[in-house]
């Protein structure tokens, strides 16, 4: 049986649709819908790491780039087999008991405690800790053990604890919550019984403690500990999960009339654009997949037997399933690696927006025009100017913990810093210490795999920076010393939710065959430059070095 399918991948700024030909994985049509409110930076506080979204950005999207791609490919609504959502995560929001995202509810319109609390949002540091406490000294099972012995303030029942314990209201009204991947995948079909939904294992396993071995999520008597509340909630969540290849639903006939497709189209469990991503780049065991955008997450799968139920300090989870059914899905990552320069270039822009913008002397088409030839050229200009500085020169020393670490071993206190600056330390030199920064980042990843195991033959980088950027996958390659390939595609997460899709659809047996007919082939490879390893071996120590002062500063800060 041969069709088409549409992953839909959900970024931090923006969702994308993708419509797959099955048979050879060709994209066909594609389609971006950039979140209104979230640009407008509606219901967000920075300064204290609250990132929140609205769901109607995510519904709009949802119907927009689906009935796009459906308009622009011209495919029958009859050979439209298949539909499978991925999103960022872990990204909780809170819903009624009739399933309506609580912000859709009069009263929540405007409350961000009643949003999507998107995945960078750290508020919930407090409430992860005291998981952490609870998990090591509660006197009985460790709950945390497989995703990495620490639960961090990016997931799911640190978040909820958080928002229940800030806002009575929302903690009144939500009847439960739901992952962003589950929600969206939930809106689509027909049948709205919350109890026999379908969750996804993914999102289950690396972010809400749940594990085969306790019989699913953590019980309700050390979640009473956490927060009573959480006990509560765990009557209305789930047991058991299920991983993407597996039928969720059909599309209802209220989406099927809003898209022009029919009630035939299978909807797949939901799963995480890492995850999907890495599938889209035909993930294999030893294979750790890079998906490089605003954060990473490292990506890797291992059979049983290999793990031989050991448990992988300092990632983010051990899953069986999670990315490909049957092997153990491993995850880990940086909370900041594109969004490490981009906080850097918004420095940058200050003197650019307040003086030259506001500027008599330009014309309002001027200004238009210098902003978007400023855009066009800033990152690669600063690039540019990084690559030609030698490493025989003095260059700053940073950290990429510009939103805490994620992993290894993660702490969402953490804060970046810059040391070794000079009078002859211009921008081009702290680009240049801050893109060292995200690839010893990735380094400590790698190598916290290997100390633990296992075993990384090849290096696959995904994602707009991976593709843009060959200066940054040169020093990556350099300072990982292994060869990096990229995968050529755009859109290898909602490729990775198109394969999904497609097993779930009856078309192939399974994600494997799946993913070798369909997933990316890759554009470029980069190798190391013998030349060049030593020196970053060594500017690597003074980064680790600088990471311990931080981390030993802040740590005995936080015990006074």
Known sequence: M???????????DSVRAVLINSENGKEIASEVHWYKRWKDKKYCNPSINQFRQHPLDHIEGLEFTIKSVIDQSKVGAKEMKGICIDTTGSSPVPVTENGIPLAMVDGFTEN???????????????EAERINDLG???????????????????????????????????????????????????????DKDLKSFKRSRCAAGHKAMWH??????????????????????????????????????????????????????????GTFDAHAGAVGAKIDEHALVRVMGTSTCDIMVA?????????????????????IPGLIGLEAGQSAFGDLLAWFKEV????????????????????????????????????????????????????DWINGRRTPDADQNLKCAISNLSL?????HVFKALVNAICFGSKKIADRFKEEGVKIDTVIGIGGVARKSPYIMQTLANVMNTPIKVAASDQAPALGAAIYAAVASGIYSNVVEASTQMGSEFEAE???????????EQLMESYTALGNFIETSIKTKRLR
Not at 2 to 12: A, E
Not at 138 to 145: A, I, M, S, Y
Not at 247 to 265: E, H, I, P, R, Y
Not at 360 to 374: G, R
Request: hydrophobic letters at 40%; aromatic letters at 10%; proline letters at 4%.
């Open 424 to 428: 002859g330390s211009k921008a081009p």
């Open 112 to 126: 961000p405690n009643a949003m999507m609390v998107l995945w960078k949002d750290h508020t919930a540091i407090i």
């Open 526 to 536: 980069y190798y190391p430059q013998k030349e060049f390893v030593e020196t970053y």
């Open 2 to 12: 041969k069709g088409y399918i549409i992953g839909v991948d959900y970024g931090s």
């Open 348 to 399: 940058l822009d200050w003197p650019i927006d307040n003086l030259v913008m506001t500027s008599k002397i330009l014309s309002a088409q001027q200004k238009v025009e210098l902003k978007n030839e400023i855009e066009n050229d800033f990152i690669r200009k600063l690039s540019d100017a990084a690559e030609a500085i030698p490493l025989s020169e003095s260059i700053p020393t940073a950290l």
């Open 212 to 269: 085969e071995s306790w019989g699913g999520l953590p019980p309700k008597e050390f979640l009473e500990k956490v927060d009573p509340y959480l006990a509560d909630l765990r009557d209305n969540l789930y047991d058991e999960t299920y991983t993407s290849n597996e039928v969720a639903g059909n599309l209802s006939q209220d989406w099927a009339k809003k898209l022009g497709l029919t009630t035939d189209t299978v909807i797949a469990v």
């Open 303 to 323: 059979a049983s037997k290999d793990i031989d139920g050991k448990t992988i300090k300092g990632i983010c989870g051990q899953v069986n399933g999670s990315v």
């Open 136 to 190: 090591l000294n509660w006197g009985g099972e460790n709950f945390t053990k497989y995703v990495g012995g620490i639960y961090s303030s990016e997931w799911f029942w640190a978040k909820i604890a958080h928002v229940v314990n800030e806002d009575e209201q929302v903690k009144n009204n939500a009847f439960t919550w739901m992952e962003h991947c589950d929600l969206m995948t939930y809106l689509l079909i027909e």
